[in-house]
């Protein structure tokens, strides 16, 4: 085991990781920008190292100072955490080149995985069903002209190297594949610095469903069921839950996706914790869209529902540990639901609302948990994410997990900054919602209407 883990990352993500690292007995090193000096990752480490001023690129983007840290504090591995470096291939090399480990897959894995067309290629070749469209990156307008022609409209151009929804576009018709095509690939190169694109066959009306996996450098490998992240605002996830509540989602499909999944990790020879993400239609057909390297933001509804303390399991596979349970052991119980609540205000347009958290009051009890590094007096800053915490409630069933997590919501009171718990409570008292009949559009067409 590791004497002592750095965390490259902020927020309620190096707060958990912090926690499961005292839990294993390893030392943790927080770094901090200037703006978080006051965060609570950065009080609770047992070291914490300021690594620049505010701005993301001058700080928890900043590889050299990270590994900087690392060498002035004698960390022997980095947790990336989710988001900033935690599928940055060449960060994941350079710790390697100085001798630190990484918690997570290795570079190679990362960017076959990262290549979204290049790994739709993989999965295709490892027998995973894909989304029909083409063979790897489109080279000009007019392949992408014919090739639409061949599938059919609609169609999605998408970045190559995209993910969080940058990088999108849906496409009605011929005459509108030109100025999407366009866009797409301007966008794709100002957020990821890549321009290429390839096209998919739009999929009507699917729910988004992944699969949680771990993989140990003994060849053991398994995966832990679905969860359905399909309520989104512009293709950001809003709210997740676990087992999914699609009619079509069978112990069958289950087993089947799963099998898909670790088809998947071992096309890429693939270590640590991983999660694959699919389209799901309404005839319990489900295609690959992508496999995110790294711990999900929803991954405690997973660790609910299944009882298995997720980033324990990556650091321990990340020291050489083997997986210590076998498939046939693994088994849902119960229901989870995740509610992100963000400082944000949904009446203009969900615009972020930095400001001082005056007061706070989390709810409590049997089945609630919180995931959150806020706290009364705590300043949310306008550099980073707005979110406050992730609320989870547990429960037998669905229903109960539910009706539990209206009174959460309800109980959860912040001052000082607006944010979206009414809005999450609308989606818990929704009828639809309630049925679980919703699909990946749903809450887009609700705000519309």
């Known amino acids: 085991m590791f004497d002592k883990v750095l965390i490259a990352n902020r927020g309620e993500i190096a707060v ?14 927080a770094v901090c920008s200037t703006a978080d000096r006051q965060a609570l990752h950065a009080q609770i480490a047992d070291e914490t190292v300021c690594i620049g001023p505010a701005p993301t690129k001058e700080s928890y983007l900043d590889m050299r100072a990270i ?3 690392c060498e002035v504090t004698g960390a022997d591995a980095v947790h990336p955490g989710f ?49 029909p469209g083409s063979d790897g990156v489109v080279r000009s307008l007019e392949d992408a002209k014919a090739i639409s022609r061949e599938i059919g409209y609609p169609v999605m151009v998408k970045a190559s190297a ?3 929804g940058r990088g999108i576009r849906k496409v009605m018709d011929e005459q509108e594949l030109e100025k999407a095509y366009t866009a797409a690939q301007q966008e794709a190169l100002n957020f990821f610095g ?28 398994v995966h832990f069921g679905e969860r359905d992240c399909s309520l989104q605002r512009r293709n950001q996830k809003v709210l997740e839950e676990t087992p999914c509540p699609s009619p079509q989602m069978t ?32 005839e319990g057909n489900f295609y690959f869209m992508e496999m995110n ?15 298995v303390d997720l980033v324990k399991q990556q650091i321990r596979i990340a020291a050489g540990e083997p997986i210590t349970f076998r498939q ?27 400001g001082e958290v005056s007061s706070l009051y989390m709810p409590g009890g049997p089945g609630i948990r919180i995931d959150s590094s806020v706290y009364a007096g705590y300043t949310i800053t306008p550099y980073y994410d707005s979110m406050i915490a992730k609320l989870i409630a547990y429960a037998p069933t669905r229903m109960e997990a539910i009706a539990k997590m209206r009174w959460a919501l309800a109980e959860f009171l912040v001052d000082g900054v607006q944010t979206n718990i009414d809005y999450q409570l609308s989606i818990i008292a929704d009828p639809n919602f309630i049925a679980g009949d919703y699909d990946n559009g749903y809450l887009t067409r609700k705000l519309e209407q």
């Open 293 to 307: 390297t790294r711990i999900q933001v929803e991954h405690p509804i997973t660790e609910m529902v299944y009882g």
């Open 83 to 131: 988001g900033f470096l935690s599928e940055n291939a060449a960060f994941a090399r350079l710790l390697q080149r100085c001798d630190i480990k990484f918690i997570g897959p290795d570079a190679e894995s990362i960017e076959r995985m990262g290549d979204k067309a290049q790994a739709k290629i993989t999965m295709k070749r490892a027998g995973v069903p894909v989304i």
């Open 328 to 354: 046939e052991e693994i088994a849902p119980q119960g229901h989870a639901i995740e509610c992100r609540i963000n400082a944000e205000d949904p009446a203009h347009g969900f615009r972020p609302c930095p």
């Open 194 to 221: 890549s321009a290429e694109v390839y096209l998919e066959k739009f999929i009507e009306n699917p729910r988004h469903v992944e699969v949680q996996i771990l993989c140990d450098e003994h060849g053991n490998a």
């Open 251 to 282: 112990p069958a499909l289950r087993q089947k996706m799963g099998e898909a999944s670790l088809a998947a990790a071992r096309a890429v020879g693939y270590k640590n914790a991983g999660t694959v993400e699919y389209l799901l239609d309404g």
């Open 16 to 29: 958990r990781i912090i926690r499961a690292c005292r839990e294993l007995g390893v030392r943790t090193v």
């Open 162 to 164: 995209g993910g969080g």
């Open 67 to 69: 590994v900087s840290a």
